[in-house]
């Protein structure tokens, strides 16, 4: 019995021993490993690779209201994108939508969060990555990958007064084509399917834009990004009709977003039609 104790003994301080002298080749291996990653690096010639830019472009959606004479109507609503005018070669004098390039100490997600701020004049907005943009010759300077990001404002948050050389633009769907119409100068008028309309591959990112917004406002909350935090029924059907580009039934749409609203208690007023009951976004 004590032989047999004594093995068990042998054996355990065997594996121990074992053990131990394990972990110290092993971290002897991660030293010289270390050490030689070091000379590695230190040695390492960049130059024998040729460079590229890395740029974002913000792709900004927000609702606007088609104007009416009539103030017993609701106002309809659009979608309009945000774009700006270039002071500078390439594309001189085209509209774009807003970017710049990704500085040595900054991600790609806070280029565009200071673009974003830069631009709209504004901070918190829901922005999420789009795609990667990496077409060889979209941009005539050099070598430029472009990360696009998507963002949704409400307009009601958003400065009454653009810089001169920015400017919103509604979105329109003519006979299966899409056209930009200027808010501000209606017949100042892009066709999306002209590839060349906007500078770079910008009409590219727009269309891209557009059907991910339309196949996330199925699944998701992200239609509460861009309507106040109080509104009707009937305005939030209008917006999600602006974004899918169809009529829908008051009465199934109202079945299928009664779990995402609740009622606030307030009436609409002021207006030139019959007070509607306030919802807002239901709380979690």
Do not use: C
Request: glycine share 4%; charged share 25%; hydrophobic share 40%.
């Amino acid at each position: 019995m004590k032989k047999r104790k004594k093995g068990l003994l042998f054996k355990k301080q065997y594996v121990i021993i074992n053990l131990f002298l394990s972990k110290k080749i092993i971290q002897g291996i991660y030293m010289l490993q270390n050490e030689a990653e070091k000379e590695f690096l230190k040695a390492y010639d960049s130059s024998v690779f040729d460079k590229l830019s890395v740029a974002t472009d913000l792709l900004v959606f927000s609702i606007s209201d088609v104007k009416t004479n009539n103030y017993r109507k609701l106002p309809e609503k659009i979608m309009s994108v945000f774009l700006t005018s270039r002071d500078q070669f390439p594309f001189k004098n085209m509209w774009s939508l807003a970017g710049g390039f990704v500085g040595p100490l900054e991600s790609p997600e806070e280029t565009a969060k200071r673009v974003l701020k830069q631009k709209i004049h504004l901070e918190n907005l829901y922005l999420e990555q789009l795609y990667t943009f990496g077409d060889v010759g979209r941009d005539p300077r050099t070598r430029i990958i472009s990360i696009a990001y998507m963002a949704l404002v409400n307009r009601s948050d958003m400065p009454l007064h653009l810089q001169q050389s920015d400017s919103w633009f509604n979105i329109l769907r003519e006979d299966g084509k899409l056209v930009l119409q200027n808010e501000n100068n209606p017949l100042l008028r892009i066709d999306l399917n002209d590839p060349n309309a906007l500078a770079f591959d910008h009409t590219k990112i727009i269309k891209v834009g557009l059907e991910r917004l339309k196949n996330k406002i199925e699944y998701t909350d992200l239609v509460f990004h861009l309507v106040p935090n109080e509104f009707t029924l009937t305005e939030l059907q209008n917006v999600y009709e602006a974004i899918l580009g169809k009529k829908l039934l008051a009465p199934a749409f109202r079945r299928v977003i009664k779990s995402k609203v609740q009622e606030t208690g307030d009436l609409t007023s002021g207006s030139g039609h019959r007070p509607s009951a306030l919802y807002k976004q239901k709380e979690e």
